[in-house]
C-alpha cells in the first residue's frame, strides 16, 4: 500500500546534527555496465549478420547521496558540511500496523550545503548534500 | 506598549494596534475582534480585526510551531466625517493602522511575529439609505501575518 513520506527520520550518529526535516531524497544506487562484446559475439544472421553489443554489470555499486531540506534555524550551531564520515540512519514512516519503520543504515558524509534564501513571506529553509560511502544496510519495518 | 497578554495572532493584533496612542484615541476601546457585538450598539466609528485562513507548515516530524495567518482589519465609519477616520490622510486611523502593522516583526504576549505583509488595502463607500451626506464608509486591509503559534 502507497503511504506518505511523513514520519520519515534521519539521525547523525556523531555529529548529533538535527533538524526539522521538510524533505528527505533517498537518491539512488547505481552501478556501470561494462561491454563484453567480443569477435566472437554471436550474429543476427537473419537480419543482416548485425551483432548486438553485450554487457554485464559491474561490481561496483555507487549508493548515491541523500538530499535533504530542512527548516533553517540560525540559532543552530552544526555545519554538516565540516563533519566527517559518520554513521546515518534513515528510517522510512511506520505505515498502519508497524511498530517500527523500514531503515536504511550507512556511512556518509556532507558533500554540499546550500544556504536559506530569504525572502520575507516565505520560511527559511536549507539543503544538504549527503554522500553514502559504501553499503547501505536495509530493514524492513515491522 | 502597554504589557500585553495575547496569545493568539488575533489579539496580538489587537494589542498592536492600540499601542499607537493616535488609534487608542481615535477608537476609544472600539476595537471588536470578529464582529460587532450586537448590544449595546457601539459608536459610529470602529475597528474589527477578523483572523481566517490560517496556513499551517509541516515537517516531515509534525506540525511547526508557526503559521501565516490572513488577517483582515475593517475599519468603519458612518458619520459625515467618516473619510477622515478611515482614510490615507496621515492621521487617520485607517493610515495608522497601516503604518503600525505594514512590515512589522517582533513580540506581541506571547505571539512571535516573524513578518505582517499588508496584502490588499480596499475602500468601500456605501450611500445613506435616508439620503443623507452620511456614507458608510470602509477600508478594509488584509494583512499576511507569519507568527509562532503554541501546538
Redesign the interface.
Given at each position: 500500500m502507497a503511504t506518505s513520506?511523513?514520519?520519515?527520520?534521519i539521525s547523525f550518529g556523531t555529529s548529533g546534527f538535527t533538524s526539522?526535516?521538510?524533505?528527505?531524497g533517498s537518491g539512488s544506487s547505481a552501478r556501470e555496465a561494462v561491454e563484453t562484446t567480443h569477435l566472437g559475439t554471436e550474429r543476427d544472421t537473419a537480419n543482416n549478420n548485425v551483432s548486438y553489443k553485450t554487457f554485464q554489470p559491474s561490481d561496483l555499486i555507487d549508493n548515491g547521496e541523500k538530499e535533504l531540506e530542512?527548516?533553517y534555524d540560525p540559532a543552530a550551531g552544526t555545519r554538516m558540511i565540516t563533519k566527517a564520515v559518520e554513521t546515518i540512519t534513515m528510517t522510512y514512516p511506520i505505515k498502519p500496523g508497524e511498530t517500527s519503520g523500514g531503515a536504511e543504515v550507512f556511512e556518509g558524509f556532507a558533500t554540499n550545503y546550500t544556504r536559506p534564501t530569504m525572502v520575507?513571506?516565505d520560511?527559511m529553509t536549507a539543503t544538504c548534500t549527503i554522500k553514502v560511502s559504501g553499503i547501505i544496510t536495509y530493514s524492513a519495518g515491522s | 506598549m502597554a504589557t500585553s497578554t495575547a496569545n493568539t495572532v488575533e489579539l496580538a493584533v489587537r494589542d498592536l494596534i492600540l499601542s499607537n496612542a493616535k488609534i487608542n484615541d481615535a477608537v476609544n476601546g472600539r476595537i471588536y475582534l470578529g464582529h460587532i457585538p450586537a448590544y449595546p450598539l457601539p459608536k459610529k466609528r470602529l475597528v474589527i480585526v477578523t483572523g481566517f485562513n490560517r496556513e499551517p507548515y509541516y515537517h516531515l516530524g509534525g506540525e511547526l510551531a508557526k503559521s501565516t495567518t490572513l488577517v483582515q482589519i475593517d475599519v468603519w465609519a458612518t458619520d459625515p466625517d467618516g473619510m477622515a477616520f478611515v482614510g490615507n490622510n496621515t492621521g487617520s486611523a485607517g493610515e495608522q493602522i497601516r503604518k503600525t502593522l505594514s512590515g512589522y516583526s517582533g513580540v506581541v504576549g506571547s505571539v512571535g511575529i516573524d513578518v505582517c505583509l499588508l496584502e490588499r488595502d480596499m475602500y468601500d463607500s456605501i450611500p445613506p439609505e435616508d439620503g443623507s451626506d452620511a456614507w458608510r464608509r470602509r477600508r478594509s486591509l488584509d494583512f499576511s501575518i507569519t507568527h509562532s503559534i503554541t501546538l
Open positions: 513520506g511523513h514520519g520519515a527520520t526539522q526535516f521538510t524533505s528527505i530542512f527548516y520575507s513571506a520560511l | -
